[in-house]
């Protein structure tokens, strides 16, 4: 099971930091991704790292100032984003895959959490 928090209401160019807390004893084996979805628009992919935490993809739209992370004693995987702008106005959604590679590709993911609310005013 996946708890994402940590969404909210920012003006643009400001920060917020996205938390997905993960139930279970192998968070460690799953590659964690973010993806969001705004008003009218598919989801789409916006980070991912490995289980280990060595190696992350991020999407050309957040690369630069989003940041994925995770701590896997706490179990659980962050977003860091700075810079925001309106067009990062969305539902985001933190997803795992078991297995070592980071896709982009959502159908990949087999566990979804119930998406935070992150709204950007102008």
């Known amino acids: 099971q996946l708890q994402a928090s940590g969404g909210g209401l920012v003006q643009a160019g400001g920060s917020l930091r996205l938390s997905c807390a993960a139930s279970g004893r192998t968070f460690s084996s799953y590659v964690m991704g973010w993806f969001r979805q705004a008003p009218g628009k598919e989801r789409e992919f916006g980070a991912a790292?490995?289980?280990?935490?060595?190696?992350?993809i991020y999407a050309d739209s957040v690369k630069g100032r989003f940041t994925i992370s995770r701590d896997n004693a706490k179990n659980t995987v962050y977003l860091q984003m700075n810079s925001l702008k309106p067009d990062d106005t969305a539902v985001y959604y933190c997803?795992?895959?078991?297995?070592?590679?980071?896709?982009?590709?959502?159908?990949?993911?087999?566990?979804w959490g119930q998406g935070t609310q992150v709204t950007v005013s102008s």
């Open positions: 790292i490995s289980s280990s935490g060595l190696s992350t």
């Open positions: 997803a795992a895959r078991s297995g070592g590679v980071a896709y982009t590709d959502e159908v990949r993911y087999d566990y």
